[in-house]
C-alpha cells in the first residue's frame, strides 16, 4: 500500500489498506493518513475517490457477518463479551494504563524470567523511542516530506497500542509491532550499527532470545541462568 503512495498510485493504496482492515482493523489508521496527507495537498477529489474506496470495502466486509450474525460488528460484540477489553468492555484505555497493569501482572506470573520480562518492557521502550525519532527537527525537510504517509500511520498506530486496553498486551506487544517493524527501524537508523556482522548477529540473537521467553532459556542456550 506505502508502495502504491509512493508513485501517486492513491486508488491501488486505498484498496490494499481497505482489504488489510478485514484482517486487521488497525490497518484504517493507513486509510486515514493517506486521507491527511491528501487534505494537507488539497486534492480534495482525489480524497474522495480514497474515502468511497474505504467504504465500499468496509461494506463488503460488514455485509456477510451482519446477514450470518444479526450484527455488523459482531466481531466487536466477541471481543467485548470475552472480556479482551477489561470489565468496561472498551478496547481503549488511559495512556499505558494497559501496558503497566499487563507488565505487573508478568511480574507475578509463575513462568515468567527476568529476560523475559526485559523484552517486555523493551518493545514498548524502542516503540515509544521510535515514534519520537520519527518526529525529530532534523527529519522534517528530509524523511517526513517523503514518506508523510508512513510516519502518520505508524504514529497512529503506535499511538492506539500505548492506548489499547488489553490484560495481555505487554504478551502480545512484540506481535503487535510487526506492521510498523521497518518504521521503527528506519527512524532509528542513526543509532544501528553499520557492519552488518554486528547486525546479523543482533538479529539472531534477538531471535533466539524471543524463542526463550517461551521455550525457557536452557533449551535454546544449553545452560540455565539465575
Same mark, same amino acid.
Given at each position: 500500500?506505502?508502495?502504491?503512495?509512493?508513485?501517486? +498510485?492513491?486508488? $491501488?493504496?486505498?484498496?490494499?489498506?481497505?482489504?488489510?482492515?478485514?484482517?486487521?482493523?488497525? *490497518?484504517?489508521?493507513?486509510?486515514?493518513? #493517506?486521507?491527511?496527507?491528501?487534505?494537507?495537498?488539497?486534492?480534495?477529489?482525489?480524497?474522495?475517490?480514497?474515502?468511497?474506496?474505504?467504504?465500499?470495502? /468496509?461494506?463488503?466486509?460488514?455485509?456477510?457477518? %451482519?446477514?450470518?450474525? *444479526?450484527?455488523?460488528?459482531?466481531?466487536?460484540?466477541?471481543?467485548?463479551?470475552?472480556?479482551? @477489553?477489561?470489565? =468496561?468492555?472498551?478496547?481503549?484505555?488511559?495512556?499505558? /494504563?494497559?501496558?503497566?497493569?499487563?507488565? !505487573?501482572?508478568?511480574?507475578? =506470573?509463575?513462568?515468567?524470567?527476568?529476560?523475559? !520480562?526485559?523484552?517486555?518492557?523493551? %518493545?514498548?521502550? !524502542?516503540?515509544?523511542?521510535?515514534?519520537?525519532? &520519527? @518526529?525529530?527537527? +532534523?527529519? +522534517?525537510?528530509?524523511?517526513?516530506?517523503?514518506?508523510?504517509?508512513?510516519?502518520?500511520?505508524?504514529?497512529?498506530? #503506535? !499511538? #492506539?497500542?500505548?492506548?489499547?486496553?488489553? #490484560?495481555?498486551?505487554? %504478551?502480545?506487544?512484540? +506481535?503487535?509491532?510487526?506492521?510498523? $517493524?521497518? &518504521?521503527?527501524?528506519?527512524?532509528?537508523?542513526?543509532?544501528?550499527?553499520?557492519?552488518?556482522?554486528?547486525? %546479523? *548477529?543482533?538479529?539472531? $540473537?534477538?531471535?533466539?532470545?524471543?524463542?526463550?521467553? &517461551?521455550?525457557?532459556?536452557?533449551?535454546?542456550?544449553?545452560?540455565?541462568?539465575?
Amino acid at each position: 500500500s506505502f508502495v502504491a503512495v509512493r508513485a501517486d +498510485r492513491w486508488n $491501488l493504496a486505498a484498496l490494499l489498506a481497505s482489504l488489510s482492515t478485514v484482517v486487521r482493523p488497525v *490497518g484504517v489508521f493507513a486509510l486515514v493518513s #493517506f486521507a491527511v496527507v491528501l487534505a494537507m495537498r488539497r486534492d480534495y477529489r482525489q480524497l474522495a475517490t480514497i474515502t468511497l474506496i474505504g467504504l465500499g470495502i /468496509g461494506t463488503l466486509y460488514i455485509a456477510p457477518i %451482519w446477514l450470518l450474525c *444479526g450484527n455488523p460488528f459482531a466481531n466487536y460484540a466477541l471481543y467485548q463479551a470475552g472480556g479482551d @477489553w477489561g470489565p =468496561h468492555g472498551l478496547p481503549i484505555t488511559y495512556p499505558f /494504563g494497559a501496558l503497566i497493569s499487563s507488565f !505487573l501482572a508478568a511480574l507475578h =506470573h509463575q513462568n515468567a524470567r527476568w529476560y523475559t !520480562l526485559t523484552l517486555f518492557a523493551a %518493545w514498548p521502550t !524502542l516503540a515509544l523511542l521510535s515514534a519520537t525519532m &520519527i @518526529w525529530r527537527p +532534523r527529519n +522534517r525537510q528530509g524523511c517526513l516530506l517523503r514518506y508523510r504517509p508512513e510516519a502518520l500511520f505508524a504514529s497512529a498506530y #503506535f !499511538l #492506539f497500542f500505548f492506548l489499547y486496553n488489553n #490484560f495481555e498486551v505487554v %504478551w502480545l506487544f512484540s +506481535r503487535f509491532l510487526i506492521p510498523v $517493524l521497518p &518504521i521503527l527501524v528506519f527512524s532509528l537508523r542513526d543509532w544501528i550499527p553499520k557492519d552488518r556482522r554486528v547486525v %546479523w *548477529g543482533a538479529a539472531v $540473537l534477538s531471535a533466539l532470545l524471543s524463542s526463550a521467553s &517461551i521455550v525457557h532459556f536452557r533449551n535454546i542456550f544449553g545452560f540455565k541462568l539465575p
